[in-house]
Nanobody, 124 residues
Framework: QVQLVESGGGLVQAGGSLRISCAAS????????MAWFRQAQGKEREFVGA????????SNVDSVKGRFTISRDNSKNTVYLQMNSLKPEDTGVYYC?????????????????WGQGTQVTVSS
């Protein structure tokens, strides 16, 4: 079955950088778009961005544009989220997801498979 495992979260000071990873198994990884969502405590899950099978990326959050970059390594079945210039408001649990579609979607309802999440905490 499809499994997604995030790693690389942690505590970082404001202005710092962090790269989180999501290792996928149980699917032909290179065929599908992958997405990152985040959820702050007490808030709804928010689409951060996605990368489709061709490697094109999309982001829905103006606040992360220019700071966050999504990439994928199909040889490792892994998708990455590089986060730079982190701010306290970036704090939350970050999830990767796939809906087994070639094209990325922005709504969490479009995604069937989720990782367990990795906590990112940015201190001021």
């Amino acid at each position: 079955q499809v499994q997604l495992v995030e790693s690389g979260g942690g505590l970082v000071q404001a202005g710092g950088s962090l790269r989180i990873s999501c290792a996928a198994s149980g699917l032909t990884f290179s065929r599908y778009a992958m997405a990152w969502f985040r959820q702050a405590q007490g808030k709804e899950r928010e689409f951060v961005g996605a990368i489709d099978r061709a490697g094109d990326t999309t982001s829905n959050v103006d606040s992360v544009k220019g700071r966050f970059t999504i990439s994928r390594d199909n040889s490792k079945n892994t998708v990455y989220l590089q986060m730079n210039s982190l701010k306290p408001e970036d704090t939350g649990v970050y999830y990767c997801a796939t809906g087994l579609r070639e094209v990325a979607a922005r709504l969490w309802e479009e995604y069937e498979y989720w990782g367990q999440g990795t906590q990112v905490t940015v201190s001021s």
